[in-house]
């Protein structure tokens, strides 16, 4: 079976750092390519970064291009997030998301809260 689970968050004062990592089984990750969203409380959901992992291309929202940066480690079917210079703002649930086939499949989140 498809599965995601994203994993890593936590609290951070602002300015800080926290890496947080999504791990995927029940299918090829290399041919696939993972997205990251983050839902703040009352907010929209907002995809922020994704990378191809066939061609290790990255994608980045205007909201976290040049703060955050995601990877790809093939071989234990992980991606990374690195956020730095975190913000209040960036306090959200953030998910991964793989577009398989048979529809989007959804890792649970995990929280990451920035204090002032």
């Known amino acids: 079976e498809v599965q995601l689970q994203a994993f890593g968050g936590g609290l951070v004062q602002a300015g800080g750092s926290l ?3 999504c791990a995927a089984s029940g299918f090829t990750f290399n041919d696939y390519a993972i997205y990251w969203f983050r839902q703040a409380p009352g907010k929209e959901r907002e995809g922020i970064s994704s990378i191809s992992n066939y061609d290790n291309s990255t994608y980045y929202a205007d909201s976290v291009r040049g703060r955050f940066t995601t990877s790809s480690d ?7 997030l690195q956020m ?33």
């Open 19 to 21: 890496r947080i990592s």
């Open 74 to 80: 093939n071989a234990k079917n992980t991606v990374h």
């Open 84 to 116: 730095n210079s975190l913000k209040p703002e960036d306090t959200a649930v953030y998910y991964c998301k793989v577009r398989y086939q048979s529809g989007d499949y959804w890792g649970q989140g995990t929280l990451v809260t920035v204090s002032s």
